[in-house]
């Protein structure tokens, strides 16, 4: 057995990445970030090493210091995770569970639901596994603008299918690490539409919402750790992603609203300001779902430029 605590190496330095770093520390788990420069988020807060995720020779020479690999984003060439694993690499997910996410036969196609959820799974090596409350996602022009969990439209009896199917489609893909699958709803049938194999925007509300977040799961799972409880936090949790408009000052209306609600989480990705930039999220916590997303809205509303009070 290891005696000592393990270096998890993550190809990618951005949000995600920047989130993760609060849950590898109070692990005691040193992460190494692979970046593409000094200027990508987590690259702002912690040391990394900067390289192309495309060169493997490089990537084989970054996973020589590390425990374990995982990846951030879906970049990573499956022929490049290929290659570390024939180098003698723990990599997690592995290429056979990359290979299952794109295999498998889902309803990429748009098809008319009636709305979409995201549930968030976690399966370890020994394959203990647990689901977080599913997810209700808004969208617009394809942008992820609000969630809510749990998922308010979701009865009872459809919230325990969704999750079934994670799990089951986890096993499939002998995940290990968090998966997001994200689903259709009609009517009362669910069609699994895509497996996405890394913590996901869908998921930010477990960082204040449930005991366990999606970050701090993924390096459990990944470790082989025993699995954290996913239970949440509060009745309901909403968050709103802030994106570039018409304001390049960030810091004065996020004084602002921190001033007019305390109870609003604030997570910002260290980003350049642009339109349609995805700059960070805010998550508000409690019993009251219609005072929550009012509050919520008016977040995004303000720190965008769309209202100025």
Same mark, same amino acid.
């Given at each position: 057995?290891?005696?000592?605590?393990?270096?998890?190496?993550?190809?990618? #330095?951005?949000?995600?990445?920047?989130?993760? /770093? +609060?849950?590898?520390? @109070?692990?005691?788990? =040193? !992460?190494?970030?692979?970046?593409?420069?000094?200027?990508?988020?987590?690259?702002?807060?912690?040391?990394?090493?900067?390289?192309?995720?495309?060169?493997?020779?490089?990537?084989?020479?970054?996973?020589?210091?590390?425990?374990?690999?995982?990846?951030?984003?879906?970049?990573?060439?499956?022929?490049?995770?290929?290659?570390?694993?024939?180098?003698?690499?723990?990599?997690?997910?592995?290429?056979?569970?990359?290979?299952?996410?794109?295999?498998?036969?889902?309803?990429?196609?748009?098809?008319?639901?009636?709305?979409?959820?995201?549930?968030?799974?976690?399966?370890?090596?020994?394959?203990?596994?647990?689901?977080?409350?599913?997810?209700?996602?808004?969208?617009?022009?394809?942008?992820?603008?609000?969630?809510?969990?749990?998922?308010?439209?979701?009865?009872? #009896?459809?919230?325990?299918?969704?999750?079934? /199917? +994670?799990?089951?489609? @986890?096993?499939?893909? =002998? !995940?290990?690490?968090?998966?997001?699958?994200?689903?259709?709803?009609?009517?009362?049938?669910?069609?699994?539409?895509?497996?996405?194999?890394?913590?996901?925007?869908?998921?930010?509300?477990?960082?204040?919402?449930?005991?366990?977040?999606?970050?701090?799961?993924?390096?459990?799972?990944?470790?082989?750790?025993?699995?954290?409880?996913?239970?949440?936090?509060?009745?309901?949790?909403?968050?709103?992603?802030?994106?570039?408009?018409?304001?390049?000052?960030?810091?004065?209306?996020?004084?602002?609203?921190?001033?007019?609600?305390?109870?609003?989480?604030?997570?910002?990705?260290?980003?350049?300001?642009?339109?349609?930039?995805?700059?960070?999220?805010?998550?508000?916590?409690?019993?009251?779902?219609?005072?929550?997303?009012?509050?919520?809205?008016?977040?995004?509303?303000?720190?965008?430029?769309?209202?100025?009070?």
């Amino acid at each position: 057995m290891k005696s000592e605590f393990p270096v998890v190496g993550i190809i990618g #330095a951005g949000q995600n990445v920047r989130m993760m /770093i +609060a849950s590898a520390t @109070a692990l005691g788990i =040193k !992460l190494l970030p692979f970046a593409s420069g000094t200027s990508d988020s987590a690259a702002q807060v912690t040391p990394c090493v900067i390289g192309d995720y495309t060169d493997i020779e490089a990537i084989k020479k970054f996973a020589e210091q590390c425990d374990v690999v995982t990846f951030e984003h879906d970049l990573v060439p499956l022929s490049t995770i290929k290659a570390m694993e024939v180098a003698g690499v723990k990599v997690r997910p592995g290429s056979q569970t990359l290979e299952y996410s794109r295999e498998k036969l889902l309803h990429k196609e748009s098809i008319d639901c009636d709305y979409i959820i995201n549930v968030q799974v976690a399966r370890s090596p020994h394959a203990q596994a647990t689901t977080w409350a599913p997810t209700q996602v808004f969208k617009s022009d394809g942008k992820c603008m609000m969630t809510i969990s749990p998922a308010p439209l979701l009865s009872a #009896a459809m919230s325990e299918q969704a999750q079934k /199917i +994670a799990l089951d489609a @986890a096993a499939e893909a =002998k !995940l290990v690490g968090v998966m997001t699958v994200e689903m259709l709803v009609k009517g009362d049938e669910i069609f699994t539409k895509d497996l996405i194999l890394h913590p996901h925007n869908s998921g930010y509300w477990t960082i204040e919402g449930s005991r366990t977040s999606q970050f701090e799961q993924h390096l459990r799972a990944i470790l082989d750790l025993p699995l954290g409880d996913p239970t949440m936090t509060n009745e309901y949790a909403v968050v709103g992603n802030i994106f570039g408009k018409n304001k390049t000052d960030m810091y004065r209306p996020y004084l602002h609203l921190m001033a007019r609600n305390p109870s609003l989480k604030f997570h910002m990705y260290a980003k350049v300001v642009s339109p349609g930039e995805n700059i960070g999220h805010i998550n508000a916590l409690g019993s009251d779902l219609i005072e929550l997303r009012t509050e919520i809205e008016h977040a995004v509303d303000y720190m965008s430029g769309e209202i100025d009070e």
